[in-house]
């Protein structure tokens, strides 16, 4: 008897869920109408159109080459993230099903140093490209964690999964491939750490989603008594799904207007053009910064470049400096945190915080590395 209010006020999680969700789209509820999307659908029409080109690639656009550019563009990053995107929204509808306390107690009080290596342990060995990281990050801090927390957890994850660190170790060997994960989670780690005092300081808005966990409250024991009153059925995986498809458009409606972009910056910059300028030098290290900022790149995309940086221009530090910064002063990252916390300035900080820091690590690498 003595933990039934507990499971009861698990099982009450479930219709709060709902209204979580509709504080993510309080625009259209608010109105009792929705919004007609237009970069989400203008975004869909333009990516869906150059996919359709660069898969049947047909003669006419050989003679436009711009356009062959950005079909191909399309195609191959479609190609690349919708994995990703599938694999993060099926966490995401996964997330939904599970009330706040449990992912809490996984990830450990927010403002903690525990709970920031928490975070950034699961960012690392979770394996989601950057895409499908975004959509799983999103709904941890709609769930109660910390801004520190969902920070370390996104710096330490999209190049750091399981694949990637394969492809890495045959890119670059063991050695540098270790080296570059140890230095994003020390990175992932000191800027969470920043963030959290920043609002424990109110400099930064608190996330009004946090959970406090009840002294009481036992994991295992709740989780037993939570599954044996969860029936999965059809409609428990249905729910699941809608719930990951909803929650992920915020996302989606980012990623394909970054996949446009993409294939825009493609049509007009040569990559090529900038291996000769990724030296081991200063001045190389802020071109290659520059370039990961304005270059949406995927993880996927971002490994490779960043393998040819160090090995061909030998610059391992800024190899290192484009993962980072790809990840620090991606505008899709810095618009998806502004809608989740409904705030500028925390989505601002993250470049602001990271950027010097990657700046000065990739710095001692060329020097010592």
């Given at each position: 008897?003595?933990?039934?209010?507990?499971?009861?006020?698990?099982?009450?999680?479930?219709?709060?869920?709902?209204?979580?969700?509709?504080?993510?789209?309080?625009?259209?509820?608010?109105?009792?109408?929705?919004?007609?999307?237009?970069?989400?659908?203008?975004?869909?029409?333009?990516?869906?159109?150059?996919?359709?080109?660069?898969?049947?690639?047909?003669?006419?656009?050989?003679?436009?080459?711009?356009?062959?550019?950005?079909?191909?563009?399309?195609?191959?990053?479609?190609?690349?993230?919708?994995?990703?995107?599938?694999?993060?929204?099926?966490?995401?509808?996964?997330?939904?099903?599970?009330?706040?306390?449990?992912?809490?107690?996984?990830?450990?009080?927010?403002g903690t140093v525990s709970g920031l290596l928490r975070a950034t342990g699961a960012g690392v060995l979770l394996d989601l490209c950057s895409h499908g990281i975004l959509m799983v990050a999103t709904k941890l801090?709609?769930?109660?964690?910390?801004?520190?927390?969902?920070?370390?957890?996104?710096?330490?994850?999209?190049?750091?999964?399981?694949?990637?660190?394969?492809?890495?170790?045959?890119?670059?060997?063991?050695?540098?491939?270790?080296?570059?994960?140890?230095?994003?989670?020390?990175?992932?780690?000191?800027?969470?750490?920043?963030?959290?005092?920043?609002?424990?300081?109110?400099?930064?808005?608190?996330?009004?989603?946090?959970?406090?966990?009840?002294?009481?409250?036992?994991?295992?024991?709740?989780?037993?008594?939570?599954?044996?009153?969860?029936?999965?059925?059809?409609?428990?995986?249905?729910?699941?799904?809608?719930?990951?498809?909803?929650?992920?458009?915020?996302v989606v409606r980012w990623l394909l207007f970054g996949i446009l972009l993409a294939a825009v910056l493609r049509a007009v910059l040569d990559p090529s053009q900038f291996e000769q300028f990724f030296g081991p030098?200063?001045?190389?290290?802020?071109?290659?910064?520059?370039?990961?900022?304005?270059?949406?790149?995927?993880?996927?995309?971002?490994?490779?470049?960043?393998?040819?940086?160090?090995?061909?221009?030998?610059?391992?530090?800024?190899?290192?400096?484009?993962?980072?910064?790809?990840?620090?002063?991606?505008?899709?990252?810095?618009?998806?945190?502004?809608?989740?916390?409904?705030?500028?300035?925390?989505?601002?900080?993250?470049?602001?915080?990271?950027?010097?820091?990657?700046?000065?690590?990739?710095?001692?690498?060329?020097?010592?590395?």
């Amino acid at each position: 008897m003595a933990h039934k209010p507990s499971c009861c006020h698990i099982e009450e999680e479930k219709p709060k869920a709902p209204s979580c969700h509709s504080d993510g789209g309080h625009q259209s509820h608010g109105h009792h109408k929705k919004r007609f999307d237009v970069l989400f659908w203008g975004s869909f029409l333009g990516v869906t159109l150059l996919f359709v080109l660069g898969v049947f690639s047909p003669n006419e656009i050989t003679t436009y080459p711009w356009l062959e550019t950005m079909a191909h563009t399309a195609h191959h990053m479609v190609h690349a993230m919708w994995w990703g995107v599938v694999i993060g929204a099926i966490f995401v509808g996964l997330l939904s099903k599970v009330p706040r306390e449990f992912i809490m107690s996984m990830l450990g009080k927010g403002g903690t140093v525990s709970g920031l290596l928490r975070a950034t342990g699961a960012g690392v060995l979770l394996d989601l490209c950057s895409h499908g990281i975004l959509m799983v990050a999103t709904k941890l801090y709609e769930r109660g964690a910390s801004a520190g927390q969902v920070i370390a957890f996104l710096l330490a994850s999209p190049w750091n999964s399981f694949s990637l660190t394969l492809v890495l170790i045959g890119l670059i060997g063991l050695k540098w491939t270790v080296a570059f994960i140890v230095l994003s989670m020390i990175i992932a780690l000191v800027t969470g750490w920043i963030f959290d005092r920043l609002v424990a300081r109110k400099v930064l808005p608190a996330n009004h989603n946090e959970v406090s966990l009840p002294d009481d409250f036992q994991f295992w024991q709740e989780a037993k008594t939570r599954m044996k009153h969860t029936r999965f059925n059809l409609t428990f995986f249905k729910e699941m799904v809608i719930s990951g498809v909803k929650d992920s458009k915020m996302v989606v409606r980012w990623l394909l207007f970054g996949i446009l972009l993409a294939a825009v910056l493609r049509a007009v910059l040569d990559p090529s053009q900038f291996e000769q300028f990724f030296g081991p030098t200063f001045i190389g290290l802020i071109i290659t910064v520059f370039v990961a900022t304005v270059l949406e790149v995927c993880s996927e995309g971002s490994t490779p470049i960043a393998a040819d940086i160090l090995t061909r221009a030998k610059a391992p530090g800024n190899g290192f400096a484009f993962l980072m910064a790809g990840v620090a002063t991606d505008y899709t990252e810095i618009m998806i945190l502004k809608d989740t916390a409904k705030s500028w300035k925390l989505a601002l900080f993250l470049p602001l915080i990271t950027v010097p820091q990657v700046l000065l690590v990739a710095w001692l690498i060329n020097i010592y590395g």
